[in-house]
């Protein structure tokens, strides 16, 4: 069966840290990049972060670039730092993931961006920052 699950979400004060990670079951995690998105109440998820399949490259929006950091951490497992959290940090995040012959992913705009529909989603995990 084909899973991601998200864990480390929690709640953390202005100017904490948290560290998410996106665990992958049935199917080979290193051949898919592996993104990051997050969902405000009543918004569309928006991307986060993404990093390439084949040479671990990272994408970044713009408005967490410098506070968050992407990383593999094994064959099975994504990580995404959070550091210097803020309030507008507040959301759901999820994780996805993409076959690399499918498509790429691509920061633009304070978003991230894939060419092509990612293959499979986790379920997501709340993170609340309090000012």
């Known amino acids: 069966e084909v899973q991601l699950v998200e864990s480390g979400g929690g709640l953390v004060q202005v100017g904490g840290s948290l560290r998410l990670s996106c665990a992958a079951s049935g199917f080979t995690f290193d051949d898919y990049a592996i993104a990051w998105f997050r969902q405000y109440p009543g918004k569309e998820r928006k991307g986060v972060s993404c990093i390439s399949a084949s040479h671990g490259t990272a994408y970044y929006a713009d408005s967490v670039k410098g506070r968050f950091t992407i990383s593999r951490d094994n064959a099975t497992t994504v990580s995404l730092q959070l550091n210097n959290l803020q309030p507008e940090d507040t959301a759901v995040y999820f994780c996805?993931?993409?076959?690399?012959?499918?498509?790429?992913?691509?920061?633009?705009?304070?978003?991230?961006?894939?060419?092509?529909?990612?293959?499979?989603w986790g379920q997501g995990t709340q993170v609340t920052v309090s000012s």
């Open positions: 996805a993931a993409l076959y690399w012959a499918a498509g790429v992913c691509y920061s633009s705009n304070d978003d991230v961006h894939a060419s092509n529909d990612f293959d499979y």
